[in-house]
């Protein structure tokens, strides 16, 4: 088990219970055997050591035999048993894992938080032979008849939010300084003027890339404290927009293209992914939880741009920013539809399997005037798009067939006991999913940021649109922010520079999709595009037609 869950004890007590919940349920399986010929013939001992596991790992199966000097043919036998033995019970283990959301519950026992249920009645596939059109049919109709589209949820009270988070809300101000377009405030700097004041950020702990702005931060520090009353004040921004999805949807383009605007900044990468995962501890899916990054870490990835809105204090001694019509944005393609940690934090006892929080409730609670921008795509492209980029290996269309196949049983499974947000939200359907079908239900998460959030506040572009003439759709996104027009040079600096992030060669190779997992998708991805196009006011959302 990764060392930060020992240190748990500092995490909020909603999260304590969850880890704790977690950890007595984590368990490693040791096989015990008996010596020589009649090893085989024993009944399968398992015997439980209660050392946490890795929340996200696989529960390992060890055959464990005494050593001897010699090894007789009949202990070889056994030897050669105990192996196939061992196979078969790490075969059951591992499929359990997965069945029970993670191993969070016992052995076979769904999880009582999202239980990953088999599909009902007469479309209880096999997850490998449902290959073509025809064979998946009854699934989408199955999947289609259960698609509904609820008015509204119901929101949390700020209470509630203040008590799940406690520390962030104690750390960022209700109110903002006046004079500043980016929301940003003044306070106490308590530190050591000497010491270095980012030297326990864990983003310079896990990403060496970003240690060499950490050090110009270093370098700089003590110039931009403001000296009042006798007090030390630093400057602390939050960002004014976000860029909030989705992946392989343009985002990086966008953010590439508005950091040419003199009076766009970002924070210090372009995907801090806080407010989803690093938030809760999460680094990377497969290394389970480390410690939770508290807020004053990813305010310190907003310290250059708010050292350029603000100016130099000693020139300035007022704390008139310098700068005052610059705002910061953060362009983290996870922020609109990734809630994955949510059932590992919260309760949801009174919600029907459904989350409590959002993201979006939390971004609401800190700034209620923020702006946010959604690039969009084709679903069925978006959706293959993500496969090449984030597969490993082994990519095929053929390949590529089956994971949607897989996913589409998997979300059908889901839906015979639970609402539509309840498995869009769904943790272990998620993961057990081979490729990313919950995240081209625009749909489903755009009606929960507008429950929050007025339709003036958030702006939803479509990547054809943004590809056929980038120079509109800069302008529009301008127009959005409030943002003056760009000089003549940079104009065309904006409209000249070539796509980022395309697709790598080696993919490009693979070619297209089947055409029948193509029409699969289309069908699977209507009734959520209808409704997204009904919600927007705009048929091109429909994305019946071929760019």
């Not at 060499?212 to 003590?222: A, D, E, I, M, P």
């Amino acid at each position: 088990m990764d060392s930060s869950l020992a240190s748990s004890k500092s995490w909020p007590p909603a999260a304590r219970r969850q880890s704790q919940t977690v950890s007595r349920m984590d368990y490693k399986y040791t096989l015990l055997g008996a010596q020589g010929d009649d090893y085989c013939k024993r009944p399968l001992l398992l015997q439980v050591d209660t050392a946490p596991a890795n929340l996200f790992a696989v529960l390992e199966v060890k055959a464990e035999l005494p050593r001897r000097r010699s090894a007789p043919a009949s202990f070889r036998r056994a030897r050669l048993c105990g192996v196939l033995l061992g196979a078969a019970v790490t075969f059951v283990i591992m499929a359990s894992y997965v069945l029970t959301g993670g191993g969070k519950d016992p052995l076979l026992t769904p999880s009582s938080y999202h239980r990953l249920l088999s599909p009902p009645g007469p479309f209880a596939f096999d997850l490998s032979s449902a290959k073509d059109y025809a064979q998946l049919q009854p699934v989408l109709k199955s999947i289609a008849s259960k698609v509904e589209f609820r008015a509204g949820r119901q929101l949390p009270e700020l209470k509630a939010l203040i008590r799940s988070e406690q520390h962030m809300f104690s750390v960022t101000p209700r109110q903002f300084l006046p004079g500043f377009r980016n929301p940003c405030w003044y306070e106490e700097y308590a530190g050591n003027v000497t010491s270095d004041p980012y030297r326990t950020n864990l983003y310079a702990r896990y990403a060496r890339s970003f240690r060499t702005v950490f050090q110009h931060l270093r370098s700089t520090f003590r110039n931009h404290l403001l000296s009042r009353d006798g007090k030390l004040l630093r400057i602390r921004c939050l960002p004014y927009f976000y860029i909030i999805g989705q992946p392989k949807c343009g985002t990086t383009d966008l953010y590439d293209r508005l950091r040419l605007h003199p009076d766009v900044k970002f924070s210090t990468f372009k995907e801090p992914h806080w407010w989803t995962r690093k938030r809760f501890g999460i680094v990377r899916l497969s290394e389970g939880f480390h410690d939770r990054y508290p807020v004053e870490d990813y305010l310190d990835l907003f310290d250059q741009a708010a050292h350029l809105i603000q100016g130099s204090p000693a020139a300035n001694g007022s704390g008139t920013p310098g700068r005052p019509d610059v705002i910061i944005g953060e362009a983290s393609a996870s922020t609109m539809w990734d809630n994955n940690a949510w059932v590992y934090f919260y309760d949801n006892a009174t919600t029907g399997g459904e989350p409590p929080f959002l993201i979006q409730d939390f971004v609401h609670a800190l700034q209620p005037e923020a702006r946010f921008v959604v690039m969009l795509r084709d679903p069925v492209e978006r959706l293959y798009s993500d496969y090449l980029y984030f597969g490993i290996a082994n990519k095929s269309a053929e390949d590529f067939h089956e994971k949607v196949s897989e996913s589409l049983q998997l979300l059908d499974g889901c839906l015979a006991d639970y609402t539509l947000r309840s498995c869009a939200y769904n943790t272990t359907v998620n993961n057990a999913m081979p490729v990313r079908l919950q995240v081209g239900l625009y749909a489903v998460y755009l009606l929960d940021w507008l429950s929050v959030f007025g339709r003036d506040q958030i702006l939803v572009l479509r990547l054809e649109d943004h590809a056929s003439n980038r120079k509109y759709t800069m302008h529009t996104v301008f127009r959005f922010l409030g943002l003056g027009p760009l000089s003549q040079q940079m104009e065309s600096e904006l409209n000249g520079s070539p796509a980022s992030n395309s697709r790598r060669p080696a993919d490009k190779n693979l070619g297209p999709m089947l055409p029948a997992t193509q029409l699969v998708l289309r069908h699977f991805y209507a009734p959520f595009n209808r409704k997204l196009a009904q919600v927007l006011r705009n048929d091109s959302f429909l994305w019946d037609a071929r760019p």
